[in-house]
């Protein structure tokens, strides 16, 4: 486990929040703007106040510093989960480094993952790959502040204003609540945070405090981190012991007539074997499964998501982004197996 003691305190100071830590400078994809004034930014500082009994000169400081960027728009109208074939998107994520760091961000948090899996009961290497995928294992968090894109999707990005302006009440609800400096905090750029990559609703609703200082730090707390992410799983329906998912082989002419472009397995085994999916499982015939076609490098890949392939895209709406997460955690748990029993044999100091 690694984690930066007391870095992420901060003080009230005058009814004011500041920061006690010295961060690293980051580069903040903003465009500048000011958001004060505007009648709809009025109307949603009016219902802070009402509310959540917001100070309204102090909130109006805040929001008075966010600054649109048009870069967040940019980004989140065009994610990658909407625009590349499975083969393309699988590259960034099942490549050797990754796999490697995943094995060694497991062997660095074995005490807390073996504990998370205990307490929790989803298994450890599904956390990694999570985490593996959301930021690299803590290496790649986002450098937007949160303020910034969620103010500027909140007020400026009409398809989603809605969600955003409610993560955007969220984010500055926990702040006042975990007593954190909103202009200092950084993420991606539709405002996700820390190492999971927590929208501010999921960090209120599931971040845990897994070290037992009060505060649940998934920017710098890879124990906190961990025991989050397991937590956010399992109470979005985890089944322990349950598959994910599974690559079959179809025949036929309908093999295509039962395809689901949605998340939840929503069709019987019994159906999808009729329709030419061969299907070795011993599952009951009555299993709902989701059956899935994504072009991999070799040419068509059909897969059958179960119920824990669902839970997965709770963290992310996309079926390419559960299997790549299911398929890292596969070659991540492999490769920290591989290691154990390497340790195991190896001579006293010959490793």
């Known amino acids: 486990m690694k984690t930066i003691p007391g870095i992420f ?13 010295v961060f690293s400078s980051v580069a903040l994809a903003s465009s500048g703007g000011s958001y004060l004034g ?31 960027s048009q870069r967040a728009i940019e980004l989140i109208s065009r994610p990658a989960e909407g625009t590349m074939e499975w083969k393309d998107y699988r590259k960034i994520f099942l490549t050797p480094e990754r796999i490697t760091k995943g094995v060694r961000f497991w062997e660095e948090n074995s005490e807390s993952l073996a504990a998370a899996e205990k307490k929790w009961g989803v298994p450890a290497h599904i956390i990694v790959a999570i985490i593996g995928v959301e930021t690299y294992y803590g290496r790649q968090t986002g450098g937007f502040r949160v303020l ?15 969600f955003f302006r409610k993560e955007l009440e969220n ?29 501010p609703s999921s960090y209120r609703a599931y971040a845990v405090d897994y070290t037992g200082d009060e505060q649940a730090n998934i920017w710098f707390s890879e ?17 322990y012991g ?23 397995p929503d069709q019987t085994l019994a159906e999808v074997q009729d329709s030419g999916w061969q299907i070795t499982s011993t599952g009951s015939d009555a299993l709902k499964v989701l059956p899935m ?54 001579p006293e100091g010959k490793l």
């Open 9 to 21: 305190r901060r003080i009230v100071r005058d009814g004011l929040l500041v920061t006690t830590a």
């Open 38 to 68: 505007r009648q709809d930014v009025n109307k949603f500082i009016d219902d802070m106040v009402t509310e959540h009994h917001f100070d309204r000169s102090k909130l109006e400081a805040v929001i008075g510093k966010a600054e649109r």
């Open 148 to 162: 910034d894109t969620l103010t500027t999707l909140g007020f400026d990005y009409p398809p989603r204003q809605t």
């Open 171 to 199: 984010f500055l609800i926990l702040a006042r609540d975990q007593k954190l400096d909103v202009e200092e905090l950084t993420g991606s750029y539709a405002g996700a945070m820390g190492i999971p990559q927590f929208m």
């Open 223 to 239: 124990e906190d981190a961990i025991g989050s992410v397991a937590n956010y799983l399992k109470k979005h329906g985890w089944k």
């Open 242 to 264: 349950k598959g994910v998912a599974v690559q079959t082989r179809v025949s036929g002419v309908g093999v295509d007539d039962v395809l689901s472009d949605g998340l939840k």
């Open 293 to 346: 076609k994504h072009e991999g490098s070799a040419g068509a890949e059909y897969w059958l998501g179960m119920h824990n392939f669902y839970v997965i895209t709770r963290y992310n709406r996309s079926q390419m982004y559960a299997l790549a997460v299911y398929q890292l955690a596969k070659e991540v748990r492999a490769g920290y197996n591989s290691s154990v029993a390497l340790k195991s044999k190896a």
